[in-house]
Every structure is written in structure tokens, then in C-alpha cells.
């Protein structure tokens, strides 16, 4: 999958299924930094994500302060040909950010095994060459 370098960052797309609808999320943040993804609530509304039973309030703490998101499992997230099923994702409040819609963290990154070539502005799991 091919990295767009902007403003200092490494941006890329994913897409989230839940409950029967799937949604793109774009101008997502890969962040090797960032111990948990995190996406914008706003940028999944076409899946009408409702609170259950078994989603989790959670502190997110970074350099520009903290605040809190949903954490809920979700029926799939894709990024760069790789699906991890019923993944762990959080929810919040990015609107701070113009621009930004999400943080791809290291719970998908090390799970896929990514492999980011800064080079050719790629990143794949591990094993795979694929642009």
C-alpha cells in the first residue's frame, strides 16, 4: 500500500466493517508511536456504531494532553490486504486535528507484521511486496 508523506506524517487509509456496513477512513495517521489506533467517530457515522455491553471507556494520554474514547470490537479491519477480524478499536473525538482521522497504532501495526519501506513510501505485512 502506497504511504502519502504530508506535513511530517505518514498517511494511509483503512476500511472498518461492523454490523453489515463497511467504511473507508482516509488521512489516517500510521504512528509506530502510538500504542493503540484510534478513529475518529465522526469519520465511521455511515456504520451507526451503538454503545454495548461490552465496550470500555478509555483514557488515551499523548504529548498534546489526554481524553477519552469507546474502545469496541468491530466484525473487521483492512489495511494494506491484511483483515484482522473482530479487532479492538477506539473511538473518539479528533475534531482537534483538521485533517486527521484517525492513528493507526501499534495493536494493528505489530499484529500484521508491517513492514514500512520508507524508500518507495510503502508498507505491507511482512512477506508481502505489494504497492
Known sequence: MRLEYRDG?????????HGGRTVTV???????G?????????????????ADEDDVIVRMAGLGGFDYAVRKTVDALTFAGYTLTNPSVDFGNLVGHPGIYGLL???????????????????????????
Do not use: K
Not at 506524517?9 to 466493517?17: C, K, R, V, W, Y
Not at 482516509?26 to 509506530?32: A, E, H, L, Q, R
Not at 502510538?34 to 451503538?50: E, G, M, S, W
Not at 501495526?109 to 511482512?126: C, K
Open 34 to 50: 502510538a500504542a493503540d489506533t484510534i478513529i475518529d467517530i465522526i469519520a465511521v457515522y455511515p456504520l451507526q456504531l451503538a
Open 26 to 32: 482516509d488521512d489516517v495517521i500510521v504512528d509506530t
Open 9 to 17: 506524517l505518514l498517511f494511509a487509509s483503512l476500511t472498518i466493517e
Open 105 to 131: 497504532g501499534m495493536d494493528i501495526l505489530t499484529e500484521g507484521q508491517f513492514v514500512i519501506d520508507l524508500h518507495a513510501m510503502t508498507i505491507n505485512p511482512y512477506g508481502q511486496t505489494r504497492q
